[in-house]
């Protein structure tokens, strides 16, 4: 049975402690799994560029500590989506929004919430490996946390634990003062994600991360993923449906007819990919569009 | 790559050559003539040309020797135009900054075309403005300098006079070269990667905080070539200089006393009644001015294409 | 997980809004403020020593300073970091701005009392600079101008043109020596360019004129037309060539009938902002062609007006009748030069399709 939240009614089921999450209802036995209600969700998103309407409705909760794939042909607002997560959406001018993002609970959108502050809680990583070219690998890891300017006991611990979790410690330990450019594109992009680490975020946004990357360095990236999903929530867009089998335990499948993108169905990963409820989400996973 | 072009295309190639090489030529041409008239006194009066102290026509019997040096004119050239970068670079940088990362969206285009413009206002309608506007504003800061900061050689001012000094004439000027600067700081300033800004405000960091981390090295090159057109800029100055500064042969590096001057305006004043030994002089300070404005347009030149080359 | 069910209900409509944005009352209230801080200036400017505009915008600056501070304290290092410093460059922009809008609205205030309907017809044949405001005019001197940016335009154009159809479509070996000279050429100071054109064209032909002048300005207004019209061949698709070099075409006439016919806006255009940067310059007719007081229309011999030394001429009197004219002078040529601006604009908007 699905949970279904609708703009304006005060659901029950949201206000407890717990909620029913999805019942794996035809593959295998169900199971109701139960989760609190922290962390990320959306309800009622929408968004806008200036009068043109990008998104529509979008109801999601993101489980916690694990990785949720969004996934859909391009141009159905994913990356828009992405970046209301962490407010950068509104950095394009004509930018607007209705419905709430809510972490812990709380509306980030609220006028009492200080912006920057919650950017430290959600990570992001672009589609192009962008480290800082004027810095070197240790000043990079480091560099979100002097922007912030925030008190920190011991640089190099930190440095070594952001850079083992992104798995690029045992490469780059003996050149932590070479240039930030001076990687593989693989490496500029782990690098990326261990200067995402380095301020503690329970979250960790990801645009496509392996786009630009040979199959090899999207192997190595995609197993880090797996790995950081131990301990943090990662929400990971992507075009790649074979990705997304193998890297997401849920996926959330938006499609635009033109109009505003739409969340049509989001489910445990296996389940949408062999028996997914939607005609439409079994056309594009079977790659008869997209 | 050889490849064989008809008649009439190679008619067509020479005069577009032709055409274009006419900058290259013309360029020359003003380079050898000065030089070629004003050789005589760069031989006359060797090195004491550029470090003597007296511009003197000499009498017409020659008892009193005619002795040209642009010494102090060179000097007042160098004081007004740094005078002028002084003032002129931060305020270009927090005016491109603030076009750039503040400017709401409705007001930066009118913001860019109010700079365009002011780009194009003639020196002339400075020096008036700062005849009739400005002088009572700057005298009353130069005063203020002098009384806390006179016991500094740089400002001291023994006459208590401070109208029409290289400091006035140095402001006007920094006005004058801050719509370049800013223009091209804030080209370079915009083609700041828009993921690298992104990315540190999706760490957690402020405004600021993107600004000082990234755009301000990325633009740091190009902000220096913007310096040095504005540098050029004010090192050619005439009339503004003309009308703001008593021109005044001598060396001068009290910037707040009443007196000073540059070569352009040491050329715009003499060359009315000059002897023609006189204009052959004049005709070398051209050259050595010439010179100067050509050096430094260059290496801004050089230094602005290769920012952009690099980043790119 | 949870999603949105039937989906044949369409999407809900809501209310696009900018959470972001300060809401309107915090934006009145924070308005309220500032003009509160505004009204304590400028008592403070009437009783201490602080005088004048600069003297206002100075306490007014430093109340704004203080109040940044005060809000920021407890947020943090960097955060009350960027408050401050985003203070002083909104301030740092403010005072680059200001000399400019200072010299507008000074046009406009001061030039505006020596306008009379005939001001633009007249001359200063049987006016001194000493007369009554509604004699007397700059008609003499726009005829100069125009004469002699007209000459510097017929030599100064073909030859911009040229180069840019040389930097584009030639592309020989010079190159980059050409393009490096144009660049570094913009830099020749005006003044220079009116020795030279003195020691040559005024000392052999035995006179200033007209003639002179315009050669003068045109040495300084090459570079920019040049620059210009190669930006603008710059834009022309490489397909459009290729198309009609598949048509057979030599390399002349594709260039001469396919390509600069579609940049034919952009090119005036690339004449206009030449005229723009000469039309108020100075120092270099000051050597070639000094000014006259009466109408001429024979631009080959002996000195002819032109705005720049009108304006220069009244002001170096200093009356203060001469200075209102310099000024009303100085306003019809800033509205020339702004109509140059405007046209250029809308040209250049024209070549884009």
Redesign the interface.
Known sequence: M??????GTESKTSKEDG?I??EMSTSGASTAVVERSLGLETR?L?A?FGAH?VL????????ERSV?GLIGPSGCGKSTYLRML???H??I?S?????EVLMNGSDI???EV???????KV??V?Q?P?P???MTIKENVL??I????LKVSNHDDIVEQCLSRAGLWKEVKDRLNASGGSLSGGQQQRL?IA??LA?EPTILLMDEPCSALDPGSTLRIEETIRELAEKITVVIVTHNMQQASRVSD?C?FFLSDG??G???????TRKMFTNPT?TRTADYVQGKFG | MHVVYSLGDRIFRRIVTGGALTSLIVLALIGLFLLARGIEIFRDMGPKFITGTNWTAGSEDGVIPAEFSIGPMLAGTIVTSLIALFFAVPLSIAGALYMEFFAPAKIKGTLVSMLDLAAAIPSLFFGLWGMQVFSSMGERWATLTNHYLGWFPLFNNELGIFGRSPFIAGLVLAAMIVPIITSVSREVYSRTPRELVDTCYALGGTRWGAIRAVVLPFGRSGVVGGAMLGLGRALGETVAVYLLLNIVFKYNFNILESEGGNIASLIATKFGEATPYELKALLAAGFVLFLLTLTVNMAATAVVNRTEKAQA | MSTTSDLTIHAIEATPKQPWHKPRAEQRRDAMVYLALAVVAYAIVMVSGFAGPDGFALVFFVEVLLLTILRSRGIGKAKSTNAIISTVIGAGAFVAFAPWVSIFISLVTKGFQGLYFGYLFDDMRVTTPDDELNMGGVGHAIVGSLLMVLIATVITLPLGILSGVYLTEVRGRMTKMVRFVIQSMSGVPSIVAGLFIYTTVVTYSGTYSGVAGALALAVLMLPTVARTSEEVLKLVPEDLRAVSYALGARQWRSSLMVVLPTVRSGLTTAAILGVARVVGETAPLLLTVLTNNEFKFNPFNGPIASMPMYVFGMLQIGTEYSIARAWSGSLVLMLIVLALFVTARRLGGKDKR
């Not at chain 1, 699905?2 to 703009?7: E, K, L, S």
């Not at chain 1, 529509?56 to 489980?63: A, E």
């Not at chain 1, 200080?114 to 430290?120: G, S, T, V």
Request: proline share 7%; aromatic share 10%; charged share 20%.
């Open positions: 699905n949970v279904v939240n609708q703009i909620i999450m999805n009622g929408h806008w309407h529509s409705d979008i109801n999601l909760k993101f489980p949720t962490n407010r950068m509104e950095f001018p930018a607007a929004m209705a419905g959108y609220a006028p200080d912006a920057a502050d919650m950017r430290l990570g992001m672009f192009k962008n800082f070219p004027a560099a979100g002097k922007l912030a300017n990326c200067r995402s301020v849920y959330a109009g505003p739409v969340l049509v169905e989001a489910d445990a939607d």
